[in-house]
């Protein structure tokens, strides 16, 4: 059984590197806590490298460790590689999968457009895995998705859906090549959303938090759509506005 003590150990020190975009961009890994996200990842094929458990951790039974590479560690070296005031006891070290659209049979699609805030993107990717998305693409000027607290908003989502990062604009032309409808989100020049036809393919394109989506991007979709809104509020959160979107626009 490996056990590491300290938390100057340079194994530790790699894992807290992890917690910088910089390095998980590096090394193509990204690092997870919580007993939740760990057991979902460990449901996912070739996904988890290392279990990272602290030696006064109670593991639940569900948990599967079995063939996992696993290391045991004081709780101050959970604490050093944690992202959250109070660490659970359990970490794992991922590999970021990279999946080519040709790879996939896209019928429903997410495209995202400099979506800066972790939380908003956090939600909007759980939300795509509810309603059954396949993909999601991530276009310029979004947050990392291995970000920890993208990673905690999605509450696991983030190993069930596809996450694609590449040019918006060459997505929208060829998601309308393959008959695919790419709606986007506007009040100028948009329809009430409730008037769009539904249907088993289609793309959500959604914008920044304070800008929208491009202008640029608008011109190219089939047709863009907006929410009403009825109180007092300036405007709906983008995950909000993506999660009624995404469900209305599938067919039943």
Partial sequence: MKYIESAKNPKVKQWKKLLAKKERDKTGTYIIEGFHLVEEALKEKDLVQE????????????LDISGVEVTYAANEVLKAISDTETPQGIAAVCEQKQIAKEEL????AVLLDHIQDPGNLGTIIRTADAAGMDAIFLGEGCADPYNPKVIRATQGSLFHIALIKEKLDYVVADLKEKGIPVYGTALENGVHYEEAEKGESFA???????????????????????IPIYGRSESLNVGIAAGILMYSLRKQ
Avoid: C, H, W
């Avoid at 602290?54 to 039974?61: E, I, M, N, Y």
């Avoid at 049979?105 to 429903?108: K, L, S, V």
């Fill in 105 to 108: 049979d896209i019928r429903r």
């Fill in 51 to 62: 279990v990272i458990i602290s030696r006064d951790a109670v593991l639940p039974a569900s």
């Fill in 204 to 226: 959500l394109l959604v914008g920044n938090e304070g800008q929208g989506v491009s202008k640029e991007l608008l011109s190219q979709t089939t047709q863009n759509l907006y």
